[in-house]
């Protein structure tokens, strides 16, 4: 197959890429804090990653959800958000077991120490639950990237990531970081573990007021924007 687009990271670290022509090599992109791997229109549709939830083009303010079930561990995720104009809203909401729907706690948040390593998550079990990344060290708090359109283009979609330049970096405890005093055309990259501590059916819910988008995984970051 064909596989077309560029890697670009926000943060430094190793990026490991084995090619999926080698029958004998499992197919694996571990790129720690991903922003973009485009695939092959023409082989679009069975390969690329499809985000959890998906809030691009929202205007309505209405919730998005969706439901999965997680094993205890740390469970990498990608999200995605972008604001033209008017008042910024980005909030992401679960049910655990046994609690009620709550914006999650930024206790749960962190991601890859430098210099360690993580095995990826062999995706789902026997029993339909997600297994857990199992990273050999971690720390508090998300990665983000913070960008802005190239030439003043418009924010349009999620996917006008690929046309941006990144001009700030950094760690975050919050899922909406207040890192720009910019209040037009501006994008968030958001990248890190959730900790689950119990095994459990999870319901996710996503609100944003210009797009967003929910990336479970490491098996699931084939295709960001």
Request: charged letters at 30%; zero cysteines; hydrophobic letters at 30%.
């Given at each position: 197959?064909?596989?077309t687009g560029?890697i670009?990271?926000?943060?430094?670290?190793?990026v490991?890429?084995f090619?999926a022509n080698e029958?004998?090599?499992p197919?694996?992109i571990?790129?720690?804090n991903?922003?973009?791997?485009?695939?092959?229109?023409k082989?679009r549709?069975a390969?690329?990653?499809?985000?959890?939830?998906?809030?691009?083009e929202?205007?309505?303010g209405?919730?998005?959800?969706?439901?999965?079930?997680?094993?205890?561990?740390f469970?990498?995720?990608v999200?995605?958000?972008?604001?033209?104009k008017?008042r910024r809203r980005l909030?992401l909401?679960?049910?655990?077991?046994?609690q009620?729907l709550?914006?999650?706690?930024?206790?749960?948040f962190?991601?890859l120490?430098?210099?360690?390593s993580e095995t990826p998550?062999p995706g789902?079990?026997k029993?339909?639950?997600r297994?857990?990344?199992?990273?050999?060290a971690?720390?508090?708090?998300?990665l983000y990237?913070l960008h802005r359109?190239?030439?003043?283009?418009r924010?349009?979609s999620i996917?006008?990531?690929?046309?941006t330049?990144?001009?700030g970096?950094g760690?975050t405890?919050?899922i909406?970081?207040?890192?720009?005093k910019?209040?037009?055309?501006?994008?968030?990259?958001?990248?890190?573990?959730?900790?689950?501590?119990?095994?459990?059916d999870?319901?996710?819910l996503l609100n944003?007021?210009?797009?967003s988008?929910f990336?479970?995984?490491?098996?699931?970051?084939?295709?960001?924007v």
């Open positions: 197959e064909l596989l560029e670009r990271s926000i943060t430094d670290g190793k490991t890429v090619p029958p004998k090599t197919r694996r571990d790129v720690d991903l922003v973009r791997i485009v695939v092959d229109p082989t549709g390969e690329a990653a499809k985000p959890l939830i998906d809030d691009d929202s205007t309505s209405q919730n998005h959800s969706a439901r999965v079930k997680l094993r205890a561990g469970h990498r995720f999200l995605p958000y972008r604001h033209v008017g909030r909401q679960y049910s655990a077991p046994r009620p709550k914006v999650i706690p930024t206790s749960v962190f991601h120490k430098p210099g360690s998550s789902f079990d029993e339909g639950f297994v857990a990344e199992q990273p050999t971690t720390q508090p708090k998300l990237s359109p190239r030439q003043n283009a924010f349009k996917g006008d990531f690929a046309r330049e990144i001009i970096r760690e405890k919050n909406f970081p207040k890192v720009t910019k209040k037009t055309n501006f994008g968030i990259l958001l990248a890190g573990y959730l900790r689950i501590d119990e095994d459990g999870y319901l996710f944003s007021d210009g797009g988008r990336y479970f995984g490491q098996t699931d970051r084939k295709s960001v």
